[in-house]
Every structure is written in structure tokens, then in C-alpha cells.
């Protein structure tokens, strides 16, 4: 709904459309927030840069937790609290006549990959912050944060109840913990999901793929038998696995991949290592051959462990289903409309985020980007500040679809 109370010269001009009704005129409408929200630059950036210089590890989230949940209370969400595992919730109540029975929550992630001992230091220069974790996930949070400040400066009252949430153990060993807890314990049957996230500006993501994320550990034994056929150290006996594991099949279709994301072992070049680890995910769109391939990689372990005598481990640490909602879904398409309006090209991409959570309790939801991004996962990560304004209209759009009963 667009109340009155509306900021002169931006809304308000354009309110009263008699020949244009129902989605439409959210549509027409949504494309002059951009410039309506570069007033509230200040308590955006604000918010991104305290949230970004408080370091929040997976598991170790608690100081940022709760300076989120003050600035939840002071931006004007109520009944803010924090449950057992860390997450943050406010609440803003619909308006009075509004739709009692829909519940929106929006969702960002308030732990980083970013260790503690990175200096957090944030720099806001005119068109970018630089910082650790600016873009992974700090300013999705701050975003969230700001959304009682951003309604109320345009004028516009919601039917619905939304929930902010700032959820906990989300990142690699996380594995969703926070908001997989959340959704289990909700006491408000919710209608719709938005994730936000920093980057990329276009970003569709509505289906998950399947995938386990997962670390195979090799170690030479003090008494280990260097005159063994196959005996290596354990950077060497790792090199075979991967090589083996890169020599799996995967399919074209369903799409298919094995990522080999981090490797780390020994201790000087002049030692031979004595232990190694690889962290990896499998992904594909089908579950059964996210299965199948991890019954090859058992196989390649126990083969090598044999031949070897290493001892060699294997820990799946994180799980996803492949499922989500139709590209013909009304929250799909009027997403896509709304991006539409503001000049974006939808960038359609599966998500193994929050969305993945709302996707097993059966509640539609859609990830999107806020803005650009450079240097990501790096300590000089950036991201731009003018497209937020564009990236926050978005959000903007698709909740006034989700409170307005058009994406049902």
C-alpha cells in the first residue's frame, strides 16, 4: 500500500494513476525509487560499514549478532530478539485492515568467510566500500536492517507482516543451521521467502541444486612404511585422489560438476608432508547423481588407502536437495517484471544459500543480488555504491508484489 505520507516530489507525483491498477502500477512506480532512496545513503552506509567492521566467522557470529538486534530495535522493527542459536528477528506489523494470514520474511546471513584476525577496517570512499565481507553478506544485512527506515521515508505501509531475520551459521560448516532452525520454530505460517544478498546485482536465483560439500584428510602414521609400492607423503597420496576424482564422468545433463576448492598440507619445502586436506563439492541438478558421485569418491579413497596404508577420511560437512519453484511461478515472473522495470536483465542461477531452506519446507522464495561487487573474498573486497539504489528498488518491488497478492 502507498500511504500518504509520501516523500514530496518523488511518489507522490505519481501516485494517483486512475488508467493504471493492480501490478502495473507497483511496476511504474518502482522505477522511481532509485532516486527517491539516495536520501537514505547515509543510514545505508552507516549500517553496512558497522555491521562490516565486526569480524563474524561461521559459529563465532555472536558480537555482530547482537549489535543487529540494536539496530533492529532502533530502526524501528519490533519484538527483536535473538533465539539459541544466534539468530536475529524483528518484526513489523502490517497495517491494521491488512492481510492478517501473509508473512513475508527476509533473510541475509550474518556470518562471513573472513577470520577474525583480518583487519575489518572499512573504507566508504564516493562510489565504493572496501572492506572484508562488504559484499559476503554485510551489506544484505545492512539492507535488511535498514528496511523499517526505507518504508518510512517513502511513504509506504505494507499489508503484510514481515520479518527481518539476520541468521546464523550459514557459510560452509554452518550448513543453514540458523535459518533451517528458524523455519522449523516459526510461530507465523510464512507465505513468501526474499534472501537478499550483497552481489551480484541481477541475480534470480528460485531453484537449488543438489550438492554436499565435504573434506577428505590424509596422514602419514609414524609408522608408516615408506617402502610400500604406492608409499607417499600425503600431498603426494593426495594428488592421486584428485587426479582420480577429476577422471570421474559427469554428465551434460542434468548439469554436473566436482569443485576442488581448497588444498593445504605440509609445513616446509624441504619435509615431506605427513598430512594434506582437500575441501571440495560435488554439485548437479539431480540428487541421485550428487549420490552417485560420492559413492566414486568413497570408492577412490578405500582404493587408495589400500594401496597406500595413508589414512585417509572423508567428512561430508554440508547437504543440499536440488528442488524450487517453476521459472512460470507468478513470484518468478513478477520478480523478473520488477527487475525488469528498473533496467535489469535477470541473471537466472540456482542458489545453494538460505533459499535452499525455504525450498525444503515447501515455501516459495527467490535470492537476489543488491549491487556490484570486486576483489570478492578478498580483503580489499568492494562492492558499488550507485546501484544499490537500484538493487534496494528492486527488493522494494518484489515485496510490494508479495504484500499486494500477485504472487500467489
Keep these: 500500500m502507498w500511504s500518504s505520507g509520501r516523500v514530496p516530489g518523488t511518489l507522490a507525483d505519481s501516485v494517483n494513476q486512475p488508467n493504471v491498477t493492480g501490478f502495473e502500477s507497483i511496476v511504474q512506480r518502482v522505477g522511481e525509487l532509485p ?11 552507516a549500517n553496512l560499514a558497522m ?35 544466534g539468530n536475529v528477528a524483528g518484526v513489523l506489523p502490517g497495517s491494521e485492515n491488512g492481510t492478517a494470514d501473509r508473512n513475508i520474511l527476509l533473510v541475509a546471513h550474518t556470518d562471513t ?54 541468521c546464523s ?10 535459518v533451517r532452525f528458524f523455519l522449523d520454530h516459526a510461530k507465523l505460517p510464512l507465505q513468501f521467502g526474499l534472501c537478499v544478498e550483497g552481489v551480484q546485482l541481477g541475480r534470480l536465483s528460485y531453484t537449488s541444486i543438489g550438492m554436499i560439500r565435504g573434506e577428505i584428510t590424509c596422514e602419514v602414521p609414524e609408522e608408516y612404511d615408506w617402502s610400500r609400492f604406492g608409499a607417499g607423503g600425503a600431498i603426494s597420496t593426495l594428488n592421486d585422489i584428485i587426479t582420480r576424482m577429476l577422471e570421474i564422468p559427469t554428465p551434460d545433463r542434468p548439469r554436473t560438476a566436482i569443485v576442488l576448492g581448497r588444498i593445504d598440507g605440509g609445513t616446509s619445502a624441504s619435509t615431506i608432508a605427513t598430512r594434506a586436506a582437500l575441501q571440495f563439492e560435488v554439485r548437479s541438478e539431480s540428487g541421485a547423481t550428487v549420490r552417485q558421485l560420492l559413492q566414486n569418491i568413497h570408492e577412490i579413497i578405500e582404493e587408495v588407502s589400500s594401496q597406500t596404508g595413508a589414512d585417509i577420511g572423508l567428512h561430508i560437512f554440508a547437504r543440499r536437495r536440488p528442488g524450487g519453484i517453476a521459472f512460470t511461478h507468478p513470484l518468478v515472473r513478477r520478480t523478473r517484471r520488477v527487475m525488469q522495470s528498473l533496467a535489469l536483465t535477470p541473471r537466472l542461477s540456482p542458489s545453494t544459500s538460505e533459499l535452499s531452506a525455504f525450498i525444503d519446507q515447501g515455501v516459495p522464495a527467490v535470492t537476489v543480488g543488491l549491487t556490484s561487487g570486486e576483489a570478492l573474498g578478498q580483503r580489499n573486497e568492494a ?12 527488493l522494494l518491488g518484489i515485496v510490494l508484489a508479495m504484500d499486494g497478492g500477485y504472487c500467489e
Design 51 to 85: 555491521i562490516a567492521e565486526i569480524p563474524a566467522p561461521t559459529f563465532a557470529e555472536a558480537a555482530r549478532a547482537a549489535f543487529v538486534q540494536e539496530r533492529f530495535a532502533e530502526l524501528g522493527y519490533s519484538e527483536c530478539s535473538m533465539d539459541e542459536v
Design 113 to 166: 568467510p573472513v577470520a577474525a584476525t583480518v583487519d575489518h577496517t572499512v573504507m566508504v570512499q564516493p562510489e565504493r566500500v572496501i572492506g572484508p565481507s562488504v559484499a559476503e553478506n554485510s551489506l544484505g544485512l545492512a539492507v535488511v536492517a535498514s528496511l523499517p527506515a526505507v518504508l518510512e521515508r517513502l511513504g509506504l505501509t505494507l499489508r503484510s507482516t514481515v520479518l527481518g531475520l539476520a
Design 35 to 45: 532516486e527517491a532512496l539516495r536520501g537514505l545513503q547515509d543510514v545505508l552506509l
Design 169 to 178: 551459521r550459514g557459510l560452509g560448516r554452518g550448513n543453514l543451521e540458523g
Design 383 to 394: 562492492v558499488r555504491i550507485a546501484p544499490i539504489y537500484t538493487g534496494l528498488a528492486q
